[in-house]
């Protein structure tokens, strides 16, 4: 069980990049050892290489569907028969996007047509830096979504402040140690509080507590990426503090 996770929730640009390194010790404690905001690709890395488990908020790849269009198009008969209606999410979203949008009721964002591939390409480069091929977790480093991370734990996000979020998420894990420091930047800065978010939820994908992915898209995930969200199903304490 790995004692350390890193979160990144990850932008374009530095400026809106946050980071958050957890530690956890016995007996339900746990700290927040580093918080940072405007954080770079070579500080990823180096968090990273301190981390037993990664989780980064970005996609880590594009839908099959979208690959199958760009390199053969749409049918001839495409618009007659309303093709692109009917293909819009094999060509949009990605498996992990339709099972998550099933589970939570919430769509993630699109990366194969929204300005979240930005950070998707971002993303790539540091996958590739960090040796990722298996894009499904299988390797250490897992995709997250803080937003979907909270409604799991019924955690209104809907016009809900940093502040009232921070204060939900602290009561769910009193374990967790937070500097003063810490804690108003928690309150403040979203980013942060999304890093912290992706760190717990990277704790629960390495526990083996997040969803699991289903058989017959064990493949597709490889290559598309999974969105690794807590399995409220799982043993009480895993994807927590407990050793």
């Not at 339709?98 to 998707?120: E, H, M, S, T």
């Not at 928690?186 to 289903?214: H, K, M, Q, W, Y």
């Given at each position: 069980?790995?004692?350390?996770?890193?979160?990144?929730?990850?932008?374009?640009r530095?400026?809106r990049?946050?980071?958050?390194?957890l530690t956890?010790?016995?007996?339900?404690s746990?700290?927040v050892?580093?918080?940072?905001?405007?954080v770079?690709?070579q500080?990823?890395?180096e968090?990273s290489?301190?981390?037993?488990?990664?989780?980064?908020?970005a996609?880590?790849?594009w839908p099959d569907g979208l690959r199958?269009?760009l390199?053969h198009?749409?049918?001839a008969?495409?618009v007659?028969?309303?093709?692109?209606d009917?293909?819009?999410?094999?060509?949009?979203?990605?498996a992990t996007?339709?099972?998550v949008w099933q589970k939570i009721g919430?769509?993630?964002?699109v990366?194969?047509?929204?300005?979240i591939?930005?950070?998707?390409l971002?993303?790539?480069?540091?996958?590739?830096?960090?040796?990722?091929?298996d894009?499904?977790?299988?390797?250490?480093?897992?995709?997250?979504?803080?937003?979907?991370?909270?409604?799991?734990w019924?955690?209104?996000i809907?016009?809900?402040?940093s502040?009232?979020?921070?204060a939900a998420v602290v009561d769910?894990?009193?374990g967790l140690?937070?500097?003063?420091?810490?804690?108003?930047l928690?309150e403040?800065?979203r980013?942060?509080?999304?890093?912290?978010?992706?760190?717990?939820?990277t704790?629960?994908?390495?526990?083996?507590a997040?969803?699991?992915?289903?058989?017959?898209l064990?493949?597709?995930?490889r290559r598309?990426?999974?969105?690794h969200?807590?399995d409220?199903?799982?043993?009480a304490?895993?994807?927590a503090?407990s050793?």
């Amino acid at each position: 069980m790995p004692r350390s996770a890193l979160g990144i929730d990850l932008a374009s640009r530095n400026v809106r990049t946050a980071a958050a390194l957890l530690t956890r010790g016995g007996n339900g404690s746990g700290s927040v050892e580093i918080l940072e905001v405007d954080v770079s690709d070579q500080r990823i890395l180096e968090l990273s290489g301190r981390a037993d488990a990664t989780g980064i908020d970005a996609p880590f790849g594009w839908p099959d569907g979208l690959r199958r269009f760009l390199d053969h198009g749409p049918p001839a008969d495409g618009v007659e028969r309303g093709w692109f209606d009917g293909a819009r999410n094999e060509v949009f979203l990605r498996a992990t996007d339709r099972f998550v949008w099933q589970k939570i009721g919430k769509k993630p964002l699109v990366v194969a047509a929204d300005l979240i591939a930005y950070p998707a390409l971002r993303c790539a480069g540091l996958l590739a830096a960090l040796g990722i091929t298996d894009r499904s977790g299988a390797d250490g480093v897992f995709e997250v979504y803080p937003a979907a991370t909270l409604i799991q734990w019924a955690i209104p996000i809907r016009r809900a402040a940093s502040a009232q979020l921070a204060a939900a998420v602290v009561d769910r894990f009193p374990g967790l140690e937070i500097t003063n420091e810490q804690k108003a930047l928690l309150e403040s800065n979203r980013d942060a509080l999304d890093a912290v978010v992706a760190a717990l939820s990277t704790l629960a994908a390495a526990d083996g507590a997040s969803c699991p992915i289903p058989e017959e898209l064990r493949d597709r995930a490889r290559r598309e990426g999974w969105i690794h969200i807590p399995d409220l199903r799982a043993p009480a304490g895993l994807g927590a503090w407990s050793e």
